[in-house]
T-cell receptor, first 113, second 117 residues
Framework: DAGITQSPRHKVTETGTPVTLRCHQT?????MYWYRQDPGHGLRLIHY???????DKGEVSDGYSVSRSKTEDFLLTLESATSSQTSVYFC????????????FGPGTRLTVT | AQKVTQAQTEISVVEKEDVTLDCVYETRDTTYYLFWYKQPPSGELVFLIRRNSFDEQNEISGRYSWNFQKSTSSFNFTITASQVVDSAVYFCALRTYSGAGSYQLTFGKGTKLSVIP
């Protein structure tokens, strides 16, 4: 199994509070991704990174920001959580990007009340 | 725009039956990659296969086989002699290169397969 961990694994927070999710990898892969999974929508890309300090937006980036100061860590921040951001968040990594399969972390279940 | 359609939302089969999961994609790119992932009830996402747009050979891996047809923009997945452990949600995904280190990965909404003993 690819060495990907996510923390926390579960979180309940209140509307309007900031939340940061962490993805940590031990594979030294260049590319990292954040997805959210919602019933009826499958997985949707939020943001991704193609190197340290290099990030770009995905399909559903509004309300989210990311940072990558080290190869191994990719942080997803909800500046002011809303109930619509209740979801399961998955981090993924890939080695070379184009054509490479992505390996996923275990997921973080976030509930915004 | 890229799009992946998995028209079958849920499928139920009896153990040992064969089952095919459909995936139809849309893209204007000539170079692209297609993937299948499995998500068992435990929740993790497991990579199953990758296929690039220049390779239309079908692939078989044990009880799993994949049929890629560019003419119909389809990448279907067949499980032969299904087992209870095959019960999961299966996702088809399309990956395209947008240039300058930028990629897009689009997932279908998934097909939930239930294998009944």
């Amino acid at each position: 199994d690819a060495g990907i961990t996510q923390s926390p694994r579960h979180k309940v927070t209140e509307t309007g509070t900031p939340v940061t999710l962490r993805c940590h990898q031990t594979e030294n892969h260049r590319y990292m991704y954040w997805y959210r999974q919602d019933p009826g929508h499958g997985l949707r890309l939020i943001h991704y990174s193609y190197g340290v300090k290099d990030t770009d937006k995905g399909e559903v980036s509004d309300g989210y920001s990311v940072s990558r100061s080290k190869t191994e860590d990719f942080l997803l921040t909800l500046e002011s959580a809303t109930s619509s951001q209740t979801s399961v968040y998955f981090c993924a990594i890939s080695e070379r990007g184009e054509g490479d399969e992505q390996y996923f972390g275990p997921g973080t279940r976030l509930t915004v009340t | 725009a890229q799009k992946v359609t998995q028209a079958q939302t849920e499928i139920s089969v009896v153990e040992k039956e064969d089952v095919t999961l459909d995936c139809v994609y849309e893209t204007r790119d000539t170079t692209y990659y297609l993937f299948w992932y499995k998500q068992p009830p435990s929740g993790e996402l497991v990579f199953l296969i990758r296929r690039n747009s220049f390779d239309e050979q079908n692939e078989i891996s044990g009880r799993y086989s994949w049929n890629f047809q560019k003419s119909t923009s389809s990448f279907n997945f067949t499980i032969t002699a299904s087992q209870v452990v095959d019960s999961a949600v299966y996702f088809c995904a399309l990956r395209t290169y947008s240039g300058a280190g930028s990629y897009q990965l689009t997932f279908g909404k998934g097909t939930k397969l239930s294998v009944i003993p």
